[in-house]
Nanobody, 124 residues
């Protein structure tokens, strides 16, 4: 299963960006699609995730109210809409596929498949 990411780039603080993650060959056992990010010198951290079948979402506290995850089951695409971006949001963002539950999906180790990563840079 290969996940293909698109979007990202360089924006100013307060701007918006949209990231997409396509899963054309996604396994039918995938429960959640999640987004993580990793800044230089830091560990990969959970951003949010969406339940593939029901559409339930869960987010890290630091993005609540600013980021929104959605999915399109027909096109097998998950989108991360990022609004009110801050300089501390600068990182490489990854999408992943997990068979975990609403608790374990916050741990990147529960993800079996990953996208290639995309750089998001927010200037002050």
């Amino acid at each position: 299963v290969q996940l293909v990411q698109s979007g990202g780039g360089l924006v100013q603080a307060g701007s918006s960006l949209r990231l997409s993650c396509g899963a054309p060959g996604r396994t039918s056992r995938t429960s959640w699609m999640g987004w993580f990010r990793q800044a230089p010198g830091k560990e990969r951290e959970f951003v949010g995730a969406i339940n593939w079948s029901g559409g339930t979402t869960t987010y890290a506290d630091f993005v609540k109210g600013r980021f929104t995850i959605s999915r399109d089951t027909a096109s097998r695409t998950v989108t991360l809409q990022m609004d009110s971006l801050k300089s501390e949001d600068t990182a490489v963002y990854y999408c992943g596929s997990s068979e975990g539950n609403s608790v374990t999906i916050r741990n990147w180790k529960t993800y079996a498949y990953w996208g290639q990563g995309t750089q998001v840079t927010v200037s002050p």
